[in-house]
């Protein structure tokens, strides 16, 4: 007698590292059969962050040529310009949807992401999204309600089959410029009330605005040549023998775009005036010699997002030059809004820490850079109560906090210290002592400022960054090349409390605003002192809190500040960082830790009326 066949048990959620040591194909199964996660707050943001709001400005701003300055009510205008963002917000989804393969090459950070959404609510948020765009159109009749069908069909057919035309080169291009042709149309037709043939004018602007973002998918193609070759999807790119070749092409084909706006104002569609964007010429060229010299995808990839920074400032020119009114600087302000909010709260799925995607875990025990933190595990996993740290204690920053705000961190801090960070690290620098020819390491290294700071405040020093975040080494290597210091400074893959370096292999060795981070801070100490040479110095940078009674007083009131930032979604930074100070042990606690690690000769200097403090420490001669 054979027992009946028992449901199989749905696969146990994967932690961030788990899913990162996937291989590709392993990642594309995970996500197809698991995944969604994350608690329904948590999944509109991640729907958020796949639809990529600031993509989406260049469809605003040619909505808003096309509507021009016609005589429209808000509650025409404004309906119709949520459905031209959303043009773009939808078609960034629908690829995220049946591009799982290709994701799983280029983007592995946006498939962790999609995990954590699920195919599943992903596929329902499509249904919700077509139904919302029809509602809208229909507002403004059926003519135009049949209008935005088309063009729903022509978007989902852009990403899936039968027709997938994004697997069409030069089809696909074309489709893919309707992501600001669909906008443009949409304004027009609003703005004349009907919808009919454009004019002659109209026509005119249309021809540009293909010709300009067909360039602009040349472009986007690049980053992906790899993985798109890898997964047999043929594009713009992959008919090239090579990334490079593809690169050039792209570059050619954008400059000889922006050297035609002349042909705007001898057919009529534009006042003369509109010649003054003709300079934007110049930062296009740059972009394209930046794009064929960019040394892999992740470079590449890089260089999309200030792309598509300067290309909806390009068109916020046009758009100002052609219809000079305040509609017109409302428009251009909502637009910085999008992308300034997306690049801040990190809500963006292309960013550098997307691209470059941390090392697959071997197969033996993880080390202390390769545990998961809490933030990545599901709530079932994550440690009891009993377990947690007790209060007091100074929380340990989550590496999926260091993540998202790595290609912003300098600014964050530069934002919060009110730009006394550059001073600070200048301080540490000065204090390292570092005689020409020694060697210095700064310990979590992070985007590598202390790093440049010491290597250009001391020539002949050669310093070593090292880090446990991928995401912000992505960035300090960007910033070392930018400065011209390789060969100078280096960065290596490491955990503070496991320095893969030889004993009394360093003259100096810095630490700033990380000590607290570790997961053993005294083991941290320790390493930090068994590599530094006898009589060679630390100097450790921690923040503080002044004693200074009215000043104090102050400090304490922008952390509450702080406190009402970080409830917001997506500002954890702030809140974690207030959590930080206000738990603060005090200077002495420093000094009993690298006294604790064997170092002598301990001072400290108070940093900006004790917001910061600087520490130093000798290790003792033998």
């Known amino acids: 007698m054979t027992s009946a066949p028992t449901a199989q048990a749905p696969p146990a959620p994967l932690t961030a590292r788990r899913f990162h040591a996937l291989r590709p194909p392993q990642q594309v199964a995970a996500v197809r059969r698991g995944g969604g996660t994350a608690p329904p707050a948590a999944a509109a943001r991640l729907i958020v962050t796949l639809g990529r709001p600031r993509t989406c400005v260049p469809g605003l701003v040619a909505f808003a040529l096309g509507l021009g300055h016609a005589p429209v009510s808000p509650a025409r205008a404004l309906p119709a310009a949520l459905l031209a963002l959303l043009v773009g917000f939808s078609a960034n989804l629908h690829n995220t949807y049946t591009d799982v393969e290709e994701d799983s090459r280029n983007l592995p950070g946006r498939m962790w992401t999609l995990y954590r959404l699920g195919l599943r609510r992903l596929a329902w948020t499509l249904v919700a999204l077509n139904v919302l765009m029809l509602a809208l159109a229909a507002l403004h009749g059926l003519a135009f309600a049949a209008f935005t069908l088309v063009g729903l069909a022509a978007l989902h057919q852009y990403s899936f089959r039968p027709l997938r035309l994004k697997a069409r080169p030069l089809l696909g291009l074309y489709v893919f410029a309707q992501a600001v042709i ?24 249309l021809a540009f605005l293909l010709a300009w973002f067909v360039a602009k998918g040349l472009v986007k193609n690049v980053p992906d040549y790899d993985g798109d070759r890898a997964a047999g999807l043929r594009t713009s790119a992959t008919l090239f023998a090579s990334r490079r070749a593809a690169a050039r092409c792209a570059a050619a084909a ?56 300067m290309s909806s400032a390009f068109l916020a020119t046009i758009l100002l030059l052609q219809e000079p009114h305040w509609s017109s600087v409302a428009v251009i302000v909502a637009g910085a809004v999008l992308i300034a909010g997306s690049d801040l709260l990190a809500m963006d799925s292309r960013r550098d820490a997307d691209a470059a995607a941390p090392p697959p875990t071997p197969d033996k025990e993880p080390s202390a850079m390769e545990r998961p933190t809490a933030a990545d595990e599901p709530p079932a996993a994550r440690r009891p109560a009993a ?18 705000v790595a290609p912003r961190y300098d600014l964050f801090n530069s934002l919060l210290s009110a730009g006394s960070d550059r001073r600070w690290r200048r301080t540490a620098a000065r204090l390292a002592a570092a005689e020409p020819g020694s060697r210095v ?5 992070g985007t590598g400022s202390l790093a440049v700071t010491l290597a250009e405040r001391h020539p002949g020093v050669r310093v070593t960054g090292c880090d446990i975040n991928a995401a912000m080494l992505a960035v300090a290597e960007r910033k070392v090349t930018r400065r011209g210091l390789i ?3 280096s960065l290596e893959r490491a955990p503070g409390e496991e320095l893969p370096f030889p004993d009394a292999s360093f003259d100096a060795v810095t630490v700033a605003f990380a000590i607290d981070d570790m997961d053993d801070r005294n083991r941290c100490a320790a390493e930090m002192a068994r590599v530094l040479r006898p009589g060679g110095r630390l100097v ?72 910061a403090y600087a520490h130093v420490a000798t290790r003792p001669e033998d």
């Open 540 to 611: 450790l940078l921690e923040l503080g809190v002044p004693e200074q009674p009215l000043l104090r007083s102050a400090y304490l009131g922008g952390l509450g500040v702080m406190g009402l930032l970080g409830r917001a979604r997506g500002l954890d930074g702030y809140r974690h960082l207030r959590e930080e100070i206000t738990t603060y042990r005090g200077p002495d606690a420093i000094r009993d830790l690298l006294a604790g690690a064997g170092l002598v000769r301990y001072a400290r200097t108070p940093l900006t009326g004790g917001i």
């Open 182 to 205: 669909g906008p443009f149309l949409i304004g027009w037709f609003v703005g004349i009330g009907d919808v009919r043939v454009p004019d002659r004018a109209a026509w005119t602007m």
């Open 387 to 404: 377990a947690r740290p007790a209060p007091g204690r100074r929380p340990a920053t989550p590496q999926a906090l260091f993540d998202r």
């Open 487 to 489: 060969g100078r400074v």
């Open 441 to 445: 390491l700064d310990v979590a290294t």
């Open 254 to 309: 954008t400059v000889a775009v922006y050297l035609c706006l002349p042909v705007l104002v001898v057919a009529g569609a534009s006042p003369a005036r509109v010649l003054w964007a003709m300079p934007w010429t110049l930062v296009a060229a740059y972009q394209g010699l930046r794009l064929v010299r960019a040394r892999d995808a992740a470079a590449a990839n890089a260089l999309l997002r200030s792309d598509m920074a």
